[in-house]
């Protein structure tokens, strides 16, 4: 095992803001809205119509497919709509709408302990598909899918991700530092699935309290070690972690089971020991409010559902004498730019970042043409080229972006962009050029039907 992935970068990590600040739970008052897409794969259908009345817990929307994930009511209250409302992105989606009663009456009572030693495997895998569980790191993908691998002994490392490389966000950290053996205890569960492997915590230096912690909670558990990485962005991203600890690189049309690993956030695996111990269904998560024009930076557990404007406004609202120029879902190097903060918190969102100033903007003003350096080349975790990349995208030419140049192994990290003298919007013409590539394959499929 190494402790570090070829490439990356070194961004001001600007963690200092809510490091040190522990996880509270946030009680919403405003009305709640969950888009019936939270994950990736097929939306989930709305059990519920307006007027049904509703609690925490109770299942509102069912998956869709065996890639599509259950969605669960995170407050008590009445279903007000199931109506089309503006999600982070700025599409509009199908969502439902709760009024909340502000008294949060759960379905059932999660306090006591269940022997998950009574439970078969495939119990276990259903408690975690019933309850509605997704990977919490950012990317959404149903954890029950993620955990019925095809061969499930050819699997040789489980590893958990407590990187928390993005920039500002330090919800993990704090998960890590104050529920340690809750997340061991749902990383035990998940080896039960897979015999031959080990367990592997892997945690950025820069954590030194989590890396404690999480040590003293694996003493004495069998097949479990915690690894301690280099700070380095993007080490969170799966594909880092999995060369890191296995010293496998693979194509993006390949699943990282391919490669015998299996790799869960630590929020996921929080996750997993409440719905396997206390039949506690998927519907609050950890996330961080942060950015130099947040009034009162935290870590949070916040409920799905959520508007991003309530968590602000209850907790200071932007700092006096500032003012926030953008609001990113998330990080600086992945997050998502939002127009506007009256949109929910899905499961799969982990931070809110509101910066005094935009980085983007400052760029765009000393674009200049390709200095030919390299440096996008070196940084690359993935190994590929960007320059030539941009250039094949300018040019429209798709077949070389793709087939010639592995446009499509491109993870979008914002690595480049972050190295570029020039300045270029590298990343952002990687985005787009994958948009065009899969929206043609598609038109293409359809035509030959």
């Known amino acids: 095992m190494k402790n570090t992935f070829r490439g990356g970068v070194h961004p001001q990590d ?54 599509s994930a259950h969605i669960h009511s995170s407050c008590s209250g009445t279903v007000k709509a199931v109506e089309n409302r503006r999600i982070l992105t700025g599409q509009m989606m199908d969502c439902i709408v709760i009024d909340n009663d ?38 959404g993908f149903p954890t029950h899918v993620k955990l019925k691998p095809k061969d499930p002994s050819a699997i040789r490392y489980v590893i958990v991700n407590g990187a928390e490389c993005e920039p500002y966000l ?31 915590i892997c945690i950025e230096n820069n954590k030194p309290e989590a890396i404690r912690a999480m040590k003293e909670a694996v003493k004495g558990r069998a097949r479990m070690s915690v690894k301690p990485m280099i700070t380095k962005y993007p080490q969170g991203g799966e594909r880092s972690l999995i060369e890191a600890i296995a010293g496998a690189n693979f194509p993006v049309s390949k699943l990282p089971a391919d490669v015998g690993c299996i790799v869960d956030n630590v929020g996921t695996l929080y996750a997993i020991q409440r719905v396997v111990l206390y039949r506690e269904p998927l519907f609050s998560q950890v996330f961080t409010l942060t950015g130099e024009a947040v009034a009162q930076p935290g870590n949070f557990i916040v409920r799905d559902g959520t508007s991003f404007r309530e968590l602000l406004e209850a907790n200071g609202g932007v700092r006096p004498g500032v003012r926030a120029v953008k609001a990113l879902v998330g990080g600086p190097m992945m997050g998502i730019a939002t127009g506007s903060l009256d949109v929910p918190i899905q499961k799969q969102n982990n931070g809110l ?96 039907k």
């Open 14 to 67: 600007h963690k200092d803001l809510s490091r040190d600040v522990p996880l509270r739970l946030f009680n919403p008052t405003g009305e709640m809205v969950y888009p019936l897409s939270q994950h990736i794969g097929r939306p989930a259908k709305p059990l519920v119509k307006k007027g049904d009345p509703v609690l925490v817990g109770q299942r509102i929307a069912e998956a869709d497919g065996f890639v």
């Open 102 to 139: 502000g008294q949060f009456t759960q379905v059932e009572s999660y306090a006591s302990r269940d022997d998950a030693n009574t439970l078969s495997d495939n119990e276990l895998l259903q408690r975690i598909q019933d309850a509605g569980i997704v990977g919490l790191g950012g990317a």
């Open 170 to 200: 330090t919800c993990n950290d704090q998960l890590m530092r104050s529920c340690g053996p809750e997340i061991i205890t749902g990383l035990e569960l998940v080896l039960r699935l897979f015999p031959n492997a080990e367990g592997v």
């Open 353 to 448: 970042t509101l910066l005094a100033e935009d980085p983007v903007e400052k760029a765009e003003a000393l674009v200049t043409a390709c200095l030919h350096c390299g440096r996008c080349t070196t940084v690359c975790p993935m190994g590929l080229m960007p320059q030539m990349m941009c250039d094949a995208a300018d040019a429209e030419n798709w077949e070389r972006y793709e087939k010639k140049l592995y446009g499509l192994e491109c993870i979008q990290c914002g690595s480049c962009t972050f190295a570029c003298p020039a300045k270029r919007p590298l990343t952002q013409t990687f985005k787009k050029a994958k948009a065009e590539i899969l929206e043609r394959k598609k038109r293409e499929g359809g035509d030959r």
